[in-house]
């Protein structure tokens, strides 16, 4: 036991003459030249399976964006136009930003809102969901 008091433990840095990973070519070349040992590997992209991946080309499922209808984009369009107002105009009384208004019109709004829809259609008078797309509202 009295050994163990004098044994000492010392710990360093890995010794410098360890692997190095180059990736510029000038430097493969220079080691080549010192004589040291080059090896170079080709990396993949992660474990591509070429299998799975045409069983995910090949799915059924259908992953398209609904978009705002042409015809709804353009009776918003004719109705604001109708009753004098900006898209700007429109947005502040629907609780919207202009932009939302814009993206409605022009046909890129993803996946239209019902709540937003109804709320044009209060302001503006004008039937925008299901049949009768551009026709007046009912009114009360």
Known sequence: MSDDWDSVTVIRKRPAGGPTVV????????????????ITEKKTAGGY?????G?????????TVKKVNL?????????????????KDLATKINEKQTVVNEYE?????????????KMERVLGVKLRGQNIGAALGGK
């Open 23 to 38: 990736k510029s070519e000038a430097a493969v070349n220079a080691a080549r030249r010192q004589g040291v040992a080059v």
């Open 49 to 53: 399976d070429a299998a799975k991946m």
């Open 55 to 63: 069983k995910v080309e090949n799915e059924a499922e259908d992953f």
């Open 71 to 87: 015809s709804v984009s353009k009776a918003i369009q004719q109705a604001r136009m109708a009753k004098q107002m900006t898209q």
């Open 106 to 118: 022009s046909g890129k709004a993803v996946n239209p809102n019902q709540q937003i829809l109804g």
